[in-house]
């Protein structure tokens, strides 16, 4: 079976600055899909960034990218200029091929970021 | 386009009562999911749909039930509640697609958080 670790429960930038939150995954399929989700105070879960295991170049999204390293099972999250409002819960998660009639989607137990002002 | 709504966003029960969670979703997704988080956790499953009609236990369904009768409706219902239920509910859908135009991230909805006291 599939599973996530996200090893940080908590992490702290500075405003401004850059910080990485770390992700690996074990798996023995060859597709799939890795996904940050971020969880702000608020609750809802918010799509940050997606990255299919085919395609060699990492994902970017405005001042979100991520360090896919396919070898290790390695899936890190890079915010830079890190803004006030990043302030959340970050989730990574795994999606699975189609087996059994779905795909399965398996969640890390999230890494808290502080922003410091 | 509303995405994925769930009604109610909290909720009082006592022990032994029982509960409807209601989820909506408009983007004709056939995948439907309900997640529970408790404080500081991951997201568990706790039932899938892969279609009306089709739905299937996840990883912690005791004390739950399901039904699909329509794409749209992915009703959870709780029966007799017990204080280990308190959590933050969370439903969510994904389309089948797997390529091309297709995304494949979950859809979330803002959660419902539950108290069994």
């Known amino acids: 079976a599939q599973t996530v670790t996200q090893s940080q429960p908590e992490m702290s930038v500075q405003e401004a600055e850059t910080v990485t939150l770390s992700c690996t995954y074990d798996?023995?399929?060859?597709?799939?899909?890795l996904f940050w989700y971020k969880q702000p105070p608020s609750r809802q879960m918010i799509l940050v960034i997606r990255?299919?295991?085919?395609?060699?170049q990492n994902a970017t999204e405005n001042r979100f990218s991520v360090n896919f390293q396919k070898a290790a099972k390695s899936f890190s999250l890079k915010i830079s200029d890190s803004q006030l409002g990043d302030a959340a819960m970050y989730f990574c998660?795994?999606?699975?091929?189609?087996?059994?009639?779905?795909?399965?989607?398996?969640f890390g137990t999230g890494t808290r970021l502080k922003v410091l002002a | 386009n509303a995405g994925v709504t769930q009604t109610p966003k909290f909720r009082i029960l006592k022990i032994g009562q029982s509960m409807t969670l209601q989820c909506t979703q408009d983007?004709?997704?056939?995948?439907m999911y309900w997640y529970r988080q408790d404080p500081g956790m991951g997201l568990k499953l706790i039932y899938y749909?892969?279609?009306?009609?089709?739905?299937d236990k996840g990883e912690v369904p005791n004390g739950y039930n399901v039904s699909r009768s329509t794409t749209e409706d992915f009703p959870l219902r709780l029966e007799l509640a017990a204080p280990s239920q308190t959590s933050v509910y969370f439903c969510?859908?994904?389309?089948?697609?797997?390529?091309?135009?297709?995304?494949?991230?979950?859809?979330f909805g803002p959660g419902t958080r539950l108290t069994v006291t």
């Open positions: 798996t023995s399929e060859s597709d799939y899909y």
């Open positions: 990255q299919e295991a085919y395609k060699q």
């Open positions: 983007m004709n997704h056939n995948y």
């Open positions: 749909s892969v279609g009306a009609g089709i739905t």
């Open positions: 998660a795994y999606r699975s091929q189609f087996t059994s009639g779905t795909y399965k989607y398996i």
């Open positions: 969510a859908s994904s389309p089948s697609g797997t390529s091309g135009t297709f995304s494949y991230e979950q859809y």
